[in-house]
């Protein structure tokens, strides 16, 4: 099968589908008090953001097969290259970060400092299109389907009014009313998961590459 004839939503469907599942499953085991409900998921097992690197790799995987090659190479060491840029940016900002204060100026601070981390991301998700287009493509529509799957659990989660992570908002796990929630967590999941998923899940993807194109 040929790059062109290889579906980006087929290619995506099954993942998007198993995220969802795991979605779901961390949204009964914090409701069920089996996984601790602690704002930004405290890096779980059982959580989606590392089924990045799995997928980025499928996906690296699957296209090389389909004759998919990137634009430069090597395509890992520049993804490599910019996620310590990300890193590093990342560390700076919140390295002042008091992950106990609930405050409001607390927060305020969180907000434009984390602003400051989506213009990061955005822009080495940029880079990231740049280096495999297809690869960076593909991460990109997977990672809109699976965060609008979290969307719906956090909507869900709050109408219930249940004590989970997907309705605590910054390090100190402050709770809002639901637009403001709903608010902060599109801004989260479409503004910085979204081009975390482009730029991380490049890397792996792109060990998979075979050569360049031309």
């Not at 290619?11 to 914090?30: D, F, K, N, Q, Y």
């Not at 719906?152 to 402050?174: E, F, N, Q, R, S």
Request: proline residues 5%; aromatic residues 12%; charged residues 10%.
């Amino acid at each position: 099968m040929s790059d062109a004839k290889l579906s980006t939503t087929r290619l995506i469907l099954l993942p998007s589908i198993l995220t969802l599942g795991v979605s779901i499953a961390r949204l009964v085991c914090e409701v069920q008090g089996v996984i601790p409900p602690t704002s930004g998921g405290a890096l779980s097992p059982l959580g989606i953001g590392w089924l990045i690197l799995l997928f980025g790799g499928y996906f690296g995987f699957r296209l090389t097969r389909a004759g998919s090659t990137p634009n430069v190479a090597p395509p890992a060491l520049w993804s490599l290259l910019l996620i310590l840029a990300v890193l590093g940016v990342g560390y700076w900002l919140f390295k002042d970060i008091d992950p106990n204060n609930s405050s409001d100026s607390a927060f305020l601070m969180f907000a434009e400092k984390f602003l400051a981390l989506i213009i990061a991301l955005g822009c080495a998700a940029l880079g990231t299109m740049l280096l495999w287009t297809r690869l960076a493509w593909t991460l990109f529509c997977y990672g809109l389907f699976a965060r609008a799957g979290v969307m719906v659990i956090t909507w869900l989660a709050k109408y219930m009014d249940w004590d989970t992570h997907y309705t605590k908002l910054g390090p100190a796990g402050v709770t809002k009313d639901m637009m403001a929630t709903l608010e902060a967590t599109s801004i989260a999941q479409f503004g910085l998961w979204v081009p975390a998923t482009v730029v991380f899940g490049a890397f792996i993807g792109g060990l998979f590459a075979k050569g360049k194109r031309s």
